[in-house]
């Protein structure tokens, strides 16, 4: 049996396909390609918020279960609650037992893809790896092959099947455009473990970003209630209604490392872990995630947009070289801490910044330091 919390920055499917992803190359494990079979899930609801829907509930939690499917199955019995049929509008509870039974594709379950991996650490219980940007953490709609997962079953002979085969070694996720450590589970037992301590906040992990626009103070929190924009599916957003039963409490601690004209370089750490928390935080006061397409309306960024108004900018745009220097999000997961849950001891574990975040560091310096 599976349990999930509320805590992981997960990844939302967002806007992109599997034709845009460098890991992706769609072939025969396609489910359109296959044939079904009867796949059954059971999960013990783990919430902090009472007054969520069931429907709501499970498609947070599985991506890969659009509304309506999960909608039918619950009008065709194929989702129980404590063995029982229920409605969509049923508030899930603590303790509630989910039974999820839908047909799925025979060659859904994910095949092993030799995809080369940075692996930070490992040992016969778990492992750490540095995510490159650009790749979704399990297979989803939209995402059969290329994934993280595919990745771990070609390079690791045993992982965890806690969350099922889909997710196998997955104790918590990333974005698929945010890079850098993610922790895997080997086995059954450590993968509990580890989500116990997701759950009780003892694992501890720090982001770097940088900003389009500067923040103000040099430390700070950002509270505020987080939930699902009512009209896109793909974006978060936070809410000043305190009687917003869908919402949920956020806290992100910032500290600025270094300023820029219009930018920031920014070490992030979330106290708690909502879906897109950082990113939409960060966005609520006016200073979101350079090219987070979502949250800033740029998908990608241009030599030219980081030096346009120094004394240089004419050279770069004359000379034909102005490149895109970075194309995703400038998010990067660097420092994890944590207490190896079979060695009983402290772990801590940092994931260098990717090429792409060092040279619009580079660039910011050389044209964009404050005088």
């Not at 659009?66 to 199955?73: F, N, T």
């Not at 999820?100 to 040992?123: G, M």
């Not at 589970?185 to 989500?195: P, Q």
Request: charged share 25%; aromatic share 8%; glycine share 4%.
């Amino acid at each position: 049996m599976s349990h999930f919390d509320d805590w992981e920055e997960d990844e939302l499917l967002e806007e992109s396909n599997s034709s845009n992803s460098l890991y992706s190359n769609r072939t025969s494990n396609d489910p359109s390609l296959s044939t079904p079979s009867l796949s059954k899930i059971e999960v013990e609801v783990k919430i902090k918020q009472i007054g969520m829907r069931l429907d709501q509930y499970i498609v947070s939690n599985y991506q890969e279960f659009s509304r309506s499917k999960v909608q039918d199955g619950i009008l065709q019995k194929s989702i129980l609650v404590n063995g029982q049929s229920s409605k969509a509008s049923y508030k899930v509870r603590n303790g509630d037992l989910l039974t999820i039974s839908f047909h799925t594709q025979r060659d859904y379950l994910p095949q092993p893809e030799n995809i080369p991996l940075d692996i930070l650490y490992e040992d016969e219980f778990l492992a750490l790896i540095n995510k490159p940007a650009n790749m979704v953490v399990h297979p989803a709609k939209g995402h059969w092959a290329g994934t993280l997962v595919n990745a771990l079953q070609f390079h690791f002979q045993h992982l965890s099947l806690e969350n099922g085969e889909n997710r196998a070694g997955i104790v918590h996720r990333l974005d698929r455009d945010t890079s850098g450590v993610i922790l895997i589970a080997k086995e059954e037992r450590t993968h509990r473990d580890l989500s116990q301590m997701f759950e009780k906040r003892q694992v501890f992990k720090e982001y770097a970003t940088i900003t389009a626009g500067v923040l103000n103070r040099d430390s700070d929190y950002i509270e505020g209630k987080i939930r699902h924009h009512p009209t896109d599916r793909v974006k978060m957003y936070v809410t000043e209604d305190e009687h917003d039963e869908l919402a949920k409490e956020a806290s992100t601690y910032y500290e600025v490392v270094e300023r820029f004209q219009g930018y920031s370089l920014v070490r992030v750490q979330p106290r708690t872990g909502r879906t897109h928390q950082i990113r939409v935080h960060l966005a609520s006061i006016h200073c979101p995630v350079l090219a987070d397409k979502i949250y800033s309306g740029r998908d990608s960024i241009r030599l030219s947009d980081l030096v346009s108004g120094s004394a240089a900018a004419p050279d770069f745009v004359n000379d034909g070289s102005d490149e895109i220097i970075i194309a995703r999000q400038a998010l990067h997961a660097f420092k994890i801490r944590f207490r190896h849950p079979r060695l009983d001891q402290w772990m801590e574990f940092e994931a260098p910044l990717p090429e792409d975040f060092q040279k619009v560091l580079q660039v910011l310096r050389q044209y964009r330091k404050l005088t």
